[in-house]
Structures are given as C-alpha cells and as structure tokens.
C-alpha cells in the first residue's frame, strides 16, 4: 500500500512537471508568435511585398510607344497594373474593358492603367510586331511596357493572365485579381482605393 501510494504521488509530481513545463512551453510560444506579428506588421509599412498593405515592387520597362515606365513615379495616382499577352483568350475578353475604363473613367477616378505585356512569352518571331498589332486591333491607348526578358512576371509571382494588382496612390497593393475584369469591376476597385 506504502509503495502503490509513494508511486502515485511520484506519478503525479511528474505530470505536474510535465504540465507546468507545456504551460510555459505554450505561454512562450505564443509570446514569440505576437513579437513576429507585431514585426510583420512593421514590415508591411516599411517593405515591398506583394501582401496587402505593401508597397508595390518597383520596377522600370519600356513601353511599346518607346517611352520608360517606372512604377514608383506613378505615386501620387492610383494603378491598376495588369499583366497580359496576345495568346490569352482571358486577356483578349478583358482589353476591351480595359480601355473602356480608361477611355471614360480614369482620369476622373486619377488612375493609370499599366499593362505589361509578357513578350518574353509571345508566340511569334517577332513578338514586338505581334504585340503592336493586338493593339492596333484593339484601339488600345494606355502605356503597354513591354517585358521581353522573364524579370518583373518573377517579381510578381505571375502565374496565371490577366493578373491585375491594384494599388494605392501610396504605392501600395490593395487587391490582386486573377482571371479577366470587366469596366464595371475596375471602377468598383479603383474607387475602393485612397
């Protein structure tokens, strides 16, 4: 009896151990999960990212008017930053509303369509022509920078077209939308921006 009692209360000694050592174990972890939240959330004021609230990474391309584009002298004005090409059905399907909006709303709504053509990926020999083309049979008028080298797609992490980001005149993305967008979403999206 002496020995099944000395047992029990050795047994419970040790699962009071166990339990406090958990309880502390636990108590610091979630400490360390705060101080990194707390940190990211620093790290989103301060740092380029693709997450909400971070700037947008910059970046400078030629446009295929021949001007340069440098995504951080745009600030000050809101963007939508697409990311297209001639072969995409989608892309074909959303052109149209693209330069609608353009067209009709943008400079009421202080925004700028930035819509970068992947022409590394463009099926042609001479994608550059390709691309002119497109646009010509779309009538499209807003700045078209060209991407002939993989680069900014990487830095975007675009995977799937159209892509669009749309950013604050901050210089900070707000949403990022795959698949194509009509007149009437890009409005919408624009207005929801500061």
């Not at 979630?30 to 990194?36: D, G, K, L, T």
Request: charged share 25%; glycine share 6%.
């Amino acid at each position: 009896m002496k020995k099944k009692a000395i047992g029990l209360v050795v047994v419970m000694a040790l699962v009071a151990i166990m339990l406090g050592t958990y309880i502390k174990d636990q108590i610091e972890a979630s400490e360390a999960i705060s101080e990194q939240a707390v940190s990211y959330e620093m790290n989103l004021d301060q740092e380029e990212g693709l997450a909400k609230g971070q700037i947008a990474p910059d970046f400078t391309l030629k446009t295929l008017a021949g001007e340069t584009v440098t995504l951080s002298e745009l600030k000050g004005k809101k963007v939508v930053l697409n990311f297209w090409a001639t072969w995409c059905p989608p892309c074909k399907k959303e052109m149209p509303h693209l330069q609608k909006y353009y067209k009709e709303d943008a400079k009421d709504d202080n925004a700028e369509i930035i819509a970068v053509n992947l022409t590394h990926t463009e099926r042609s020999l001479n994608a550059i022509k390709t691309v002119q083309q497109f646009v010509d049979s779309y009538n499209l008028t807003f700045p078209i920078p060209l991407m002939e080298e993989k680069g900014v797609d990487k830095l975007y992490q675009i995977i799937t077209i159209p892509s669009t980001f749309m950013i604050d005149s901050e210089g900070r993305i707000q949403y990022h939308i795959v698949g194509p967008l009509d007149q009437e979403a890009i409005g919408e999206y624009v207005e929801s921006l500061d």
